[in-house]
């Protein structure tokens, strides 16, 4: 099944997890997998403010778990206001951590981060740098 505009929203517990909106949708009923085209997710949405907010050129939604998959020029920003830009993001609903183990940039107030990874723990909003972590300080 193929859709044009696609808007999926994802509940535990009674409330909103994951709000996710793609111009473009393929379904596979056989994988229960959708593959989108430029993407926008907001997961575990509070109050208007996202835990994470993600955009990117593709993505997989995995039906059966709610797991998604960001590809192509991924951005997002946590909620405490970082900045981030990596080649690809997964959000695991089960645990509810953001990760990836590619090379990642992350821009807060004050300064630029970079390393070779992260995990984000959204309900807790704690952020951790992966491999070989630096930081360039701006006055």
């Known amino acids: 099944m193929e859709l044009r505009t696609l ?3 994802a509940s535990r517990g009674g409330e909103r997890d994951l709000v996710l909106h793609a111009e473009r949708a393929r379904y596979f009923p056989d994988t229960n997998v959708t593959y989108l085209e430029r993407v926008h997710s907001m997961v575990d949405p509070r109050e208007g ?3 994470i907010e993600i955009e990117c050129d593709r993505g997989e939604l995995f039906l059966a778990t709610n797991d998604f998959v960001a590809t192509g020029n991924v951005r997002g920003r946590t909620a405490d206001g970082r900045k981030f830009t ?7 609903q089960k645990t509810d951590v953001a990760f990836t183990d590619a090379p990642v940039v992350i821009e807060e107030a004050g300064g630029t981060y970079t390393g070779g990874g992260f995990r984000y723990h959204v309900r807790e909003q704690r952020f951790r740098l992966l491999g070989g972590a630096s930081v360039v300080r701006e006055p």
Do not use: A, E, S
């Open 49 to 51: 403010q996202p835990g």
């Open 86 to 92: 990596t080649t690809w993001l997964r959000y695991d």
């Open 7 to 9: 808007t999926f929203v």
